[in-house]
């Protein structure tokens, strides 16, 4: 029963402008939080990095600018450069950052690629990738999210969507001479096609098979890890003799490795100081990559600060409305109004002002009966009257409802929705209306009553609240009809042209069949 009970909330009527304004609200949200996506920099989710250019080019070993691979060995003219920036190195060679990485190259129309995600995000988490412990970054790199994106993809030799690849320690071999004599170099390495950069290999199997992929992650890892022991670690120190191990040899890659430890998580973008000759640096020491997520983050908190102010003059914007409403209700302004005791709906119906273009007032009429402005104020106050007293009467009924023992039987939930519509058209006949009305722009007679239709006193009242001159002056601005700063007093209507666009108003409904209620023209 109590389940039952939370529903009732879902079966109070909603409005369509109340619906309307959740559904811009939502649109807002979404394009707030779509602008995380649009970001050009890499960033990290849970165990997946989204990769930028120059990330992906700083781990395949392609130049930053050019993207072409750099070197993987000394010229014979020119030193090589390493990456902690010591010697006169002029030349920077291809260089392994210190741990793995695979990458699934995509496109956002690629619906493979939309299918293959939950995997690739599955894997990520299930190695920890992005941990230290892990040594392992797990990316995703969108081709075509520009030009820029395109020519890397390019560069990396990616043919196809999906394609999943792998980076690590050391040349892989995805095929062999005599395989790539007979079939050729693609044909030979699988259906993605063979890899052009060295310290790379591709997944050549079938993609919708999560336990292949984590299987060929794994492989991969252990293969890079006993390159690098081969050639940097232990290993290779005991190739050497007694002194290579204990020097370490040519140890930089493991020296880097060590330096990361076990603990805490793997940089997000370009390693800081990882080849800072050739991929730049930031202010203050810092990597370019560095000083871009800094930036990215001041930008981010600047979007931040802009919504939470826009915010903010919207709930001003909105205690103002609500303090002129109360103040039209509770202090009527006798003085200036010609007229005492007017009615919004005589007003709207007499001068045919529920039509949605009716922009003429009525020849001799005081400056504050403007059609548009009545008609907005008077359907927005009934809408918020009528969800009001949906909202008490939905109450009330819940009280009842608890009141039912356990053993009774819990009525439907049809009966239910019913029973709560009858209740609020026992009391307000009118509410239970207002929705169909908007819907059909006021189509029925029954939607433009000649006086207030509302059975409460106060809710007429409340309406009444309409003719504020501070009321009026916030829907003329809203709606476009007055500047901003400028007061509806001050104002003074163009009759000439209310009749201009009453005429063409008049013509476009003739022309289009309907008379001014939007009924069919005899």
Not at 343 to 355: C, Q, R, V
Request: charged share 25%; proline share 6%.
């Amino acid at each position: 029963m109590r389940a039952l009970l939370s529903l009732l909330l879902l079966l109070i009527p909603q409005a369509p402008v109340v619906r309307a304004a959740d559904d811009l609200w939502a649109q807002y949200m979404a394009q707030i939080e779509a602008k995380k996506y649009e970001s050009t920099i890499s960033r990290r989710e849970r165990n997946l990095d989204h990769w930028d250019v120059p990330t992906a080019a700083a781990y395949l070993g392609l130049h930053p600018e050019t993207l072409k691979p750099l070197p993987q060995h000394a010229s014979k003219d020119l030193p090589s450069s390493s990456s902690d920036g010591s010697g006169d190195a002029t030349e920077l060679l291809d260089e392994y950052v210190g741990h793995d990485a695979a990458v699934l190259f995509y496109a956002q129309w690629c619906n493979n690629c939309h299918a293959v995600a939950p995997s690739w995000d599955a894997i990520a988490s299930h190695v920890s990738a992005g941990s230290r412990s892990s040594k392992l970054i797990m990316a995703l790199f969108d081709c075509e999210k520009n030009s820029s994106h395109m020519e890397l993809c390019v560069a990396a030799g990616v043919k196809a969507y999906p394609t999943m690849m792998f980076i690590g320690s050391g040349e892989f071999h995805d095929t062999d001479f005599l395989t790539k004599s007979v079939l050729g170099k693609d044909k030979s390495a699988g259906p993605f096609g063979a890899t052009t950069l060295p310290r790379t290999v591709k997944f050549q199997g079938n993609w919708q098979y999560g336990d292949q992929v984590l299987d060929w992650v794994n492989i991969m890892r252990g293969l890079s890890s006993w390159h690098t022991m081969s050639e940097s670690g232990p290993l290779r120190g005991l190739r050497n003799g007694i002194f290579g191990f204990l020097t370490g040899g040519k140890g930089k890659r493991a020296a880097r490795a060590a330096k990361l430890g076990k603990e805490g998580s793997l940089p997000v973008g370009i390693p800081p100081g990882f080849q800072s000759e050739l991929r730049g640096t930031g202010g203050a020491g810092k990597s370019a990559a560095a000083a871009a997520v800094d930036d990215a983050k001041v930008k981010a908190l600047e979007q931040t600060l802009n919504v939470t102010k826009k915010e903010k003059e919207l709930y001003e914007k909105a205690v103002t409305h609500s303090s002129n409403l109360l103040d039209g209700m509770l202090f009527p302004d006798e003085e200036n109004s010609p007229k005492k005791d007017r009615d919004i709906f005589s007003i709207l119906t007499s001068t045919d002002g529920w039509f949605n273009n009716a922009t003429t007032i009525a020849p001799g009429a005081p400056n504050d009966e403007h059609p548009s402005i009545l008609r907005s104020c008077a359907m927005e106050l009934s809408i918020d009257y009528c969800n009001r007293l949906t909202s008490r009467e939905t109450n009330a009924y819940v009280e009842l409802l608890s009141a039912i023992p356990e053993s009774d039987p819990f009525p439907p939930l049809d009966e239910i929705e019913q029973t709560l519509l009858d209740a609020v058209k026992s009391k307000e006949p009118y509410c239970s209306l207002l929705e169909s009305c908007i819907l059909s722009d006021y189509e029925a007679e029954e939607c433009r009553p000649a006086k207030c239709p509302f059975e409460n006193p106060a809710a007429c009242t409340y309406i009444e609240g309409c003719f504020d001159p501070s009321v009026q002056t916030e829907y003329g601005i809203a709606l476009g009809l007055l500047s901003e700063g400028e007061k509806l007093s001050d104002k003074i209507w163009d009759e000439k042209k209310d009749e201009t666009t009453t005429a063409s108003t008049d013509a476009s409904a003739k022309s289009a069949g309907v008379q001014g209620w939007g009924v069919p023209a005899s």
